[in-house]
Nanobody, 115 residues
Framework: QVQLVESGGGLVQAGGSLKLSCVATGRSIIAVGWYRQAPGKQRELVATFTRSGSSNVADSVKDRFILSRENAKNTVHLHMNSVKPEDTARYYC???????????WGQGTQVTVSS
């Protein structure tokens, strides 16, 4: 059974830093990434490792956020630096299986950036 558990969200001031973590369990997961959804907006990519082994990072965060992983712990981190109020959203972990239809979402963790 696949399970993705996010942690690390909270309230942070603009310009500050926050680290999100996602622990993925389930042998079928080969890549993990982060998406976010702000109220009234569509869910969007933040940063992800891909099935092919590379990574994608959204232009809006690429100079501020860093994606890292600890393979031995099946954990992926999102290091959020120089956060802005527009980064406020619920952040979701997405686990990818080998097949394109194997996509598993976590419950999400809220990040709120105050100005």
């Amino acid at each position: 059974q696949v399970q993705l558990v996010e942690s690390g969200g909270g309230l942070v001031q603009a310009g500050g830093s926050l680290k999100l973590s996602c622990v993925a369990t389930g042998r079928s997961i080969i890549a993990v990434g982060w998406y976010r959804q702000a109220p009234g907006k569509q869910r969007e990519l933040v940063a992800t490792f891909t099935r092919s082994g590379s990574s994608n990072v959204a232009d809006s965060v690429k100079d501020r956020f860093i994606l890292s992983r600890e393979n031995a712990k099946n954990t992926v981190h999102l290091h959020m630096n120089s956060v802005k109020p527009e980064d406020t959203a619920r952040y979701y972990c997405l686990g990818l299986g080998r097949r394109n239809d194997e996509n598993y979402w976590g419950q999400g963790t809220q990040v709120t950036v105050s100005s």
